[in-house]
């Protein structure tokens, strides 16, 4: 599995799991994590809100993106663990040199994205069940969704915890 970040313009967008294609739905762990890169290139995106669920069965509200393509530079996760001797953070990072990480349909499902973003060919407002830029990427019939033919995505990043950070203008 490879993580990657995800973020968007005036709507939010994409990171990772590395996966062929994505279930809408499935048990969210509960573990905070961070997933940031400095610069993420994509061609082919896809975004949509749905509600997950928690493995209780607390709902959470996410944004579902995919890339099609997807190159990132400086990638970096963290992940708070709990252990016998107290918390650990878990830290991976990849694509510091001269080689980006890169990665097919990657697919983040989280209830934060953060950057900056330039989209060319955005369609936003689109139902999100005829969403075709990336295979496998809708969302229902009549919610919100956003596709793009490429996107540049500037100090990325997505945060996800139980709940996710409160921000000012950002309905929880």
């Given amino acids: 599995m490879i993580f990657a970040p ?8 994409l990171g990772a799991m590395s996966q062929g294609a994505i279930g ?3 048990a969210v762990s509960g573990v905070p994590f961070k997933i940031s890169a400095d610069v993420l290139r994509g061609q082919g995106l896809s975004a949509y809100e749905t509600v997950d ?3 209780d069965g607390k709902p959470i509200r996410v944004l579902v993106s995919g890339i099609r393509h997807a190159e990132l530079v400086n990638l970096c ?12 953070t878990l830290k991976t990072t990849a694509g510091t040199g001269d080689t980006p990480v890169t990665g097919e349909y990657m697919i983040t499902d989280a209830p934060l994205s953060l950057g900056d973003a330039v989209t060319h060919d955005l369609q936003a407002g689109r139902d999100a069940s005829t969403l075709d830029e990336v295979s496998g990427v809708t969302g229902r019939v009549g919610g919100f969704g956003q596709q793009a033919g490429t996107i540049t995505i500037v100090t990325s990043g997505v945060w996800a915890s139980l709940p996710p950070p409160a921000l000012s203008g950002f309905p929880t």
Avoid at 6 to 13: D, E, H, K, Q, T
């Fill in 6 to 13: 995800a973020a968007g313009s005036a709507v939010a967008l």
């Fill in 24 to 26: 809408a739905s499935f």
């Fill in 53 to 55: 669920r928690t493995k």
């Fill in 77 to 88: 996760e963290s992940v708070l663990l709990k252990t016998a001797v107290g918390v650990a």
